[in-house]
């Protein structure tokens, strides 16, 4: 059998060889690991998560009674690598009523946003977890001080949970390093919309409720689960893509912003845009929700992003575009959040350039003008520190600087490969920033670890490209 990665090996056949295959020869850049690849834990929310197991599949069936309340079960399929006498679930509020893993009754306890879940016996490869749950969902606040997690609203509730909101409404593993395919059946007073990830697979009233079930096959990242109840317009038609499927578009449009028409018919354009460029739509199916709750930001839930306004064409290509990159390809760590926003943001930028507004490097230098001393220069986007700073400027434009300076750097038909193969190499998976530097290396042939410090890992305003 081969060594275990990282294992030096003794007996080298050819000294090329023994490079090649050792695994040792440290990677191009200076970074030792850094975040969850180094530490198992979280770089910017080290409590949240685990890498003790790996969830397979949610499955979340949830009561939503008028008063605000809930009565839920949620179902989680994992797989440990090593026995594991206790299972710890991340949940926020909400009370526990009953635990079982692997159809028995197991005691659990909780402290902080922990439920700490003990088996009859110690857990080995496959398991299932039952939790039946309910009360009223607390909202979580951010280090930023926005909303997110559960947001009662006047017709219902919205769940929106980036960073860590999803523990506000299922217990769950709640790191952006595990993901795992979702079933979200949600029972409403009949009349009230439903909106979820993925493809609504069922819509069925009985005695005056009705559940709604929503099927995201692809793995998702905890974060990016949704659902939205309310009164809403449900528009619905299709998409054929470039490789020839045809996939659902359903959007879901509260009534007092009108009907949103030209936001929902620029949503085929944006994703051929983007597909041109990024490859494949990664999902079997799209949409918006556009709600008129103000959270004070749009979020990517996957496939089916959420604005709480109008919606404006630059959003809406910023929130598609993480389709491919947050939600398909997904940072382990939030410390890797540039690989999101840079991303989205630089998409913005290059619709704007391809539909005669300011071009991709008209736009990196209008941002490189900004003054030395603005925050934009404060923190470096892949070395943040503080999880308050996850949405700065340093993080959405400088990250989109740093690729429109990789651009710049190895040529734009590399540089179009580089997105390219990023997508489909690390698609539906949860990766880092190092695997994109060695990536750009790869495809590049140049050596850029003096590139990538000092435009994501070295505070300050970098020397003009
Ligand atoms: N990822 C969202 C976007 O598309 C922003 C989320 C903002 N969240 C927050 N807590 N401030 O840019
Ligand atoms: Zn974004």
Do not use: C
Request: without cysteine.
């Amino acid at each position: 059998a081969a060594p275990p990665a990282g294992a030096t090996t003794a007996t080298p056949t050819t000294a090329g060889a023994a490079i090649t295959t050792a695994g040792t020869a440290p990677a191009a850049t200076s970074h030792p690991p850094t975040g969850r690849a180094a530490s198992g834990r979280d770089s910017l929310f080290p409590g949240q998560g685990t890498d003790a197991y790996d969830v397979r599949h949610y499955d979340v069936a949830l009561d939503y009674a008028k008063a605000g309340t809930i009565s839920a079960t949620t179902t989680v399929r994992a797989t440990a690598a090593r026995p594991l006498p206790r299972i710890d679930l991340d949940l926020e509020g909400l009370t526990v009523r009953s635990v079982s893993v692997d159809g028995r009754d197991a005691t659990w306890s909780r402290t902080g946003t922990k439920l700490h879940v003990v088996p009859r016996a110690t857990v080995h490869g496959d398991f299932t977890v039952v939790v039946r749950y309910g009360g009223r969902p607390v909202t979580h606040i951010d280090p930023d001080g926005a909303k997110d997690g559960w947001v009662p609203t006047a017709d219902g509730a919205t769940v929106l949970s980036e960073p860590v909101g999803a523990q506000t409404w299922f217990p769950d593993n709640n790191t952006p390093a595990d993901k795992a395919s979702f079933r979200v059946a949600v029972t409403v007073p009949a009349g009230t919309e439903v909106a979820g990830n993925g493809v609504l697979s069922g819509e069925s009233t009985r005695a005056g409720r009705t559940t709604w079930t929503w099927v995201q096959r692809e793995p998702m990242a905890t974060y990016l689960a949704m659902i939205s109840i309310g009164q809403y317009d449900v528009y619905r038609s299709s998409l054929r893509l470039a490789d020839g499927r045809t996939i659902p578009v359903t959007s879901f449009i509260d009534p007092d912003l009108g009907s949103q028409a030209a936001a929902r018919a620029q949503i085929a354009p944006a994703v051929r845009f983007l597909e041109r460029h990024f490859g494949p739509y990664p999902f079997s199916s799209v949409g918006i929700v556009a709600s008129r709750i103000k959270v004070g930001y749009a979020l990517e839930t996957q496939t089916r992003p959420f604005f709480d306004g109008p919606v404006d064409t630059s959003t809406l290509v910023h929130e598609l575009a993480h389709q491919w990159y947050g939600d398909s390809v997904t940072p382990a760590d939030w410390g890797d959040i540039w690989l999101n926003e840079g991303f989205a943001t630089y998409a913005e930028w290059w619709w704007q350039e391809a539909h005669g507004g300011q071009t991709r490097a008209e736009a990196f230098a209008k941002a490189y003008a900004t003054a030395a001393d603005d925050e934009l220069w404060g923190p470096a986007p892949a070395d943040l520190h503080d999880p308050a700073l996850l949405f700065s400027d340093a993080v959405y434009t400088r990250g989109a600087m740093t690729l429109e300076a990789l651009r710049h750097r190895i040529g734009s038909a590399a540089f179009d490969e580089v997105l390219q193969r990023w997508a489909a190499t690390e698609e539906y998976r949860s990766t880092d920033t190092d695997a994109f530097v060695a990536l750009a290396e790869r495809v590049s042939g140049q050596r850029l670890d003096g590139f990538f410090d000092t435009w994501l890992y070295t505070p300050g305003k970098p020397a003009r490209p």
